[in-house]
């Protein structure tokens, strides 16, 4: 299935490789990378290296094991086991509050439309979906009425 | 949905998906009409599982769920006689 | 009474809107059924047994005679005509056609109404104190905080996606009315050296694992209060268990954690990371509380009517509580008639008595979290004339806080996840102890009913509590003693085995006579319990040989 990335109601260009083995790399791919948590546990000192280099955490991976490193990463994308597992939310949040993190914060994974203006609202600036169903992802923001009841 | 079930036939059953009615299964379609219900043996069970699970699939019904009956054909469980025949009090 | 600004209002009807998109997609097939579930009780939209069951919200239990009025109209039109008040001061519809629930929420929003986050992984309604604002006890009254927090916790973007469910309860008084001690968090306002702020609880709750609240923190200033629950709700969502659906609740949260771990992880989050953008401002508060002044503001001289009528005096005696104004009272009004469901009401019992309290208590009803309604400022010299109006609906039944005024859950006749029947025992008790000499001296008692471990029917905290149980495909009844969900808030003792449906009247009646035969003076059944312990009762229920 074909996956498009949506910031509010605009495609973007996935710039992003992702590569099962590290050793894989070629030269095309090398830069512009999304780590899995692992890889990046296992190769912090070579992929600290690189220019622009992002992390995939998966929704139960906890952000505290890389809180001393964001600032490697150009971009942090929150993995949905499921769309039920809220504590992405809380982490952009925190990514953004508390960490002062002002790269990408992509959600991706089993993700619902009618969770995009929490998404937004929590810090999250694109997410990952099936393109098939960008309409029903802009339908929902487009029932956003900008009235919140909190800040 | 066949986990733990006792006894040796059944009827199929599940809840109209837009109006939350109890229906049950007739042998091609669904109705409240229990009397209409199709019979099913033990050894069918996977083929109505896979039934329900199409019709599921086409938006007719939601949690379907297999109603166990007695030697003489009425319903054993009080939890499906209340569903078949409504509040007891 | 709050009233809906032109944001409430806007904020409803687009749920509406988003709601109607929900459904649209679900019957068109663009939503899966397990996507569906967790947006549709997000809107109190359940598949229970016979049908779909709509949850309403009732912000911490107070309706206008309009909206008392246009959930009969609901009832009639799109249900069987009644409705059913809840143990978390709500109401259910038990018979909505998926179909009709967007034309339903669409009457609610024109009365300001809706059921956004009757259930759900969210933070759900707010409980509150039935006599909020009318006792002379409490330090202020408490609903402007009520309604402070739901405002902050509908559509909390950060906080609808938790664990498992979350239920907040504020109170303002010594006396709870209100179970704050089992409730997720729970909030009681005091006044220390001349300033208010909240005694904060948390983990409290029932289902199948029940535990009273612990105190986390003495004193958290008014403005602090919002800083405060982000901080409590954020180390939730990112804490709590998420493996175990029976694990995911706060209450075991903090008891893995350790009540000072947890604390402290709070603590340093509110300390570090408030925004200041939560800060509750005087002014701010004071809009607020404005929509909270009663109707009424001075004493007035207004007396009981005096009249030989048997019926009337110990209605009077029993169901009316003094108002913190001279000259008023507070009616109780029971939804324990014998030969009612607990706590359900029909349509034209709502359509009049909704007429009854904007005649006579200035178009305010309030419901109780022991499944009744109060009408909460009736002038002492009307008694006679509403009592009168109430007895023709069968809404005077002379019982509350009484025996056949049972808290009780739907139970195996409606709900899906039921293991045993409630409804009837309920209605078994209340033939059995009907008569009204027989309830006077027996006194205060509270015996509250469940149809499975989830305990919405209070079980845990009944001075008598019953579960519902499943054995082998017969239903079958457990019993504990000394529950209590009042500021002494406790957790009932399991007495022994479980009984039939057959037994189980005997069973409580012997637990009667047991308290009857140890009782001292004027005490009441908790009290005996309390001294005498569990023994006596179990000796008398289960001991063969005792004749
Ligand atoms: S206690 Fe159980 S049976 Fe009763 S309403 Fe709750 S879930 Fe249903």
Redesign the pocket.
């Given at each position: 299935m074909t996956k498009v990335i949506l910031n509010k109601n605009k495609v973007l260009k996935n710039e992003y490789f992702f590569v099962d083995n590290l050793t894989n790399l070629t030269k095309s791919n090398s830069e512009n990378l999304i780590v899995t948590l692992s890889q990046w546990l296992d190769n912090k000192n070579t992929l600290s290296k690189k220019k622009n280099i992002g992390i995939k955490l998966n929704s139960d991976e906890s952000l505290s094991l890389i809180k001393e490193e964001i600032s490697f990463f150009k971009i942090i994308q929150f993995n949905f086991l499921t769309f039920k597992d809220g504590r992405p939310f809380s982490e952009a949040k925190k990514l953004r509050v508390e960490l002062q993190y002002t790269g990408e914060v992509r959600a991706s994974g089993y993700i619902l439309p009618d969770q995009y203006i929490f998404l937004l609202r929590c810090g999250f600036n694109s997410v990952e979906i099936e393109s098939e169903k960008k309409k029903f992802w802009l339908e929902c923001l487009k029932m956003d009425t900008g009235l919140y009841y909190q800040p | 949905m066949a986990k733990k079930l006792k006894g040796d036939s059944f009827f199929l059953s599940a809840n109209d998906l837009k109006t939350g009615s109890v229906v049950y299964y007739n042998g091609d379609d669904w109705s409240e009409k229990v009397d209409k219900a199709k019979k099913i043996n033990r050894s069918e069970i996977e083929e109505y599982e896979n039934i329900a699970k199409k019709f599921e699939d086409e938006c007719i019904i939601i949690s379907p769920l297999f109603v166990e009956l007695n030697d003489d054909g009425t319903i054993k469980k009080l939890r499906d006689i209340i569903r078949k025949n409504g509040t007891t009090f | 009474m709050y009233q809906y600004s032109d944001k409430d209002k806007q904020i409803v009807k687009n749920r509406t809107r988003e709601f109607l998109s929900q459904v649209k997609r679900r019957i068109d097939g663009n939503l899966t059924e397990e996507e569906f579930k967790p947006l549709r009780l997000m809107n109190g939209l359940y598949l229970q047994l016979h049908a779909y069951m709509l949850r309403v919200a009732i912000p911490y239990g107070e309706l206008s005679h309009i909206q008392l009025n246009k959930l009969a109209e609901i009832s009639e039109k799109y249900d069987k005509g009644y409705g059913h008040f809840t143990t978390r001061q709500n109401i259910q519809f038990n018979w909505p056609k998926l179909e009709d629930v967007p034309k339903i929420l669409n009457e609610l929003a024109d009365v300001e109404m809706h059921a956004i986050q009757t259930s759900g992984n969210c933070i759900r309604n707010i409980s509150c104190d039935h006599l909020a604002g009318i006792n002379n006890e409490e330090v202020e009254d408490p609903r402007p905080w009520c309604e402070i927090i739901r405002k902050w916790s509908t559509f909390h973007p950060e906080f609808s996606y938790l664990p498992r469910k979350f239920k907040i309860a504020v109170i303002a008084s010594e006396k709870d009315r209100a179970a704050m001690k089992v409730h997720d968090i729970g909030l009681k306002l005091i006044k220390k050296r001349n300033e208010t702020g909240f005694e904060v609880y948390v983990g409290g709750g029932q289902g199948r694992s029940p535990f009273i609240a612990k105190k986390i923190n003495n004193f958290v200033k008014k403005r602090d209060l919002l800083n405060y629950l982000e901080a409590i709700l954020s180390i939730y969502n990112e804490m709590g268990r998420r493996d175990n659906i029976y694990k995911a609740r706060i209450k075991i949260l903090i008891n893995e954690l350790g009540e000072e771990k947890l604390k402290s992880l709070i603590e340093s989050k509110f300390k570090k990371f408030a925004d200041k953008n939560l800060l509750l401002e005087e002014d701010e508060i004071k809009k607020i509380k404005n929509y909270f002044k009663l109707p009424i503001n001075n004493p007035i001289k207004s007396s009981i009517p005096v009249k030989k009528n048997k019926e009337y005096n110990i209605w009077l005696n029993q169901n009316v509580i003094k108002h913190k104004l001279a000259g008023y009272s507070i009616i109780m009004v029971s939804l324990k008639h014998y030969n009612q469901p607990p706590g359900d009401a029909t349509a034209e019992q709502m359509k009049k008595l909704s007429i009854i309290a904007k005649q006579y208590s200035h178009g305010e009803i309030r419901v109780t979290h022991e499944q009744n309604l109060v009408l909460p400022h009736i002038k002492n010299s009307d008694l006679f004339s509403v009592w009168n109006k109430l007895s023709a609906l069968k809404l005077a039944t002379p019982n509350i806080g009484l025996i056949t005024d049972t808290i009780c859950?739907?139970?195996?006749d409606y709900?899906a996840?039921?293991?045993a029947r409630?409804i009837p025992i309920s209605q078994k008790i209340s033939q059995h102890f009907k008569d009204q000499s027989i309830q006077d001296k027996i006194g205060n008692i509270k015996i509250k009913i469940?149809?499975?471990?989830?305990?919405?029917?209070h079980h845990h905290v009944g001075n008598i509590g019953i579960l519902?149980l499943d054995r082998n495909g017969e239903e079958s009844y457990q019993i504990s003693l000394g529950g209590s969900a009042d500021e002494k808030t406790s957790i009932g003792k399991i007495v022994g085995p479980s009984f039939s449906e057959k037994e189980l009247i005997k069973a409580i009646q012997t637990i009667i006579e047991t308290f009857e035969k140890n009782k001292k003076n004027n005490e009441d059944f908790l009290s005996v319990f309390n001294r005498v312990g569990i023994d006596p009762f179990k000796k008398d229920l289960y001991d063969k040989s005792n004749p």
């Open positions: - | - | 859950c739907p139970g195996m709900c996840l039921a293991t409630s469940s149809g499975c471990i989830n305990a919405c029917g519902g």
